[in-house]
């Protein structure tokens, strides 16, 4: 079975600070790899997707991507309470399939 | 936002009954998706389609089955609803490459009693 392994949380970062959420994958092979936002009771929001080893940076996110290591982290700089949400780490697979992980919750605290 | 529409938003129906979901876009993309979410196990997908008339099953495909006559319209049945397919379903579309949703619609709340 093909994993996607999250930390449930909730992760609690004061406003201002680095959130860092990771993932694990199973399948070595695996080809790309996103980060999804979702608020509660809304859908899903693609926000990062990453292809290469290394880090790429959108804004105030940074995916890093380390396929040796089969892990795949998020970093939030300058948090704020509206990054309070859950994010879903997915990933493509050799299979051509894609497979989500359960989420973390992240709480940005006042 | 991306134009995807999910109807209905919200559905309560008894075991045993059809049930169809639609999903609507405006994006012209090509690809288009149909997950469940419940507790404890994250986003999982039933049905993909690749094109018009063109579709294949996911991981949790057993009880469900899809239609796309036309690029916008993807449609869900659940042939005999049970209370194991009480979820929330999200509709997704893609544009740039096959498994890879990159915008969701809001959702729809099926409750199966």
């Known amino acids: 079975q093909k994993e996607v392994e999250q930390n449930s949380g909730p992760l609690s970062v004061p406003e201002g600070a680095i959130a860092s959420l990771n993932c694990t994958y199973s399948d070595r092979g695996s080809q790309s790899f996103f980060w999804y936002r979702q608020y509660s009771g809304k859908s899903p929001e693609l926000i990062m997707f990453?292809?290469?080893?290394g880090d790429k940076e959108d804004g105030r996110f940074t995916a890093q991507l380390n396929k040796a290591s089969q892990y795949v982290s998020l970093l939030i700089r300058d948090s704020q309470p509206s990054d309070s949400a859950t994010y879903l780490c997915?990933?493509?697979?050799?299979?051509?399939?894609?497979?989500f992980g359960k989420g973390t919750r992240l709480h940005i605290l006042p | 936002d991306a134009g995807i529409t999910q109807s209905p938003r919200h559905k309560v129906t008894e075991t045993g009954t059809p049930v169809t979901l639609r999903c609507h876009q405006t994006e012209n993309h090509r690809y288009m998706y149909w997950y469940r979410q419940d507790p404890g196990h994250g986003l999982r997908l039933i049905h993909y389609?690749?094109?018009?008339?063109?579709?294949d099953k996911g991981e949790v495909s057993d009880g469900y089955s899809v239609s796309r006559s036309k690029t916008e319209d993807f449609l869900l049945t659940l042939e005999s609803a049970t209370s194991s397919q009480t979820s929330v379903y999200f509709c997704?579309?893609?544009?740039?490459?096959?498994?890879?949703?990159?915008?969701f619609g809001d959702g729809t709340r099926l409750s199966i009693l």
């Open positions: 997704a579309i893609s544009a740039r490459k096959e498994h890879q949703p990159q915008h």
């Open positions: 389609s690749y094109g018009v008339k063109d579709t």
């Open positions: 990453i292809y290469s080893n």
């Open positions: 997915a990933v493509l697979n050799r299979d051509d399939k894609i497979i």
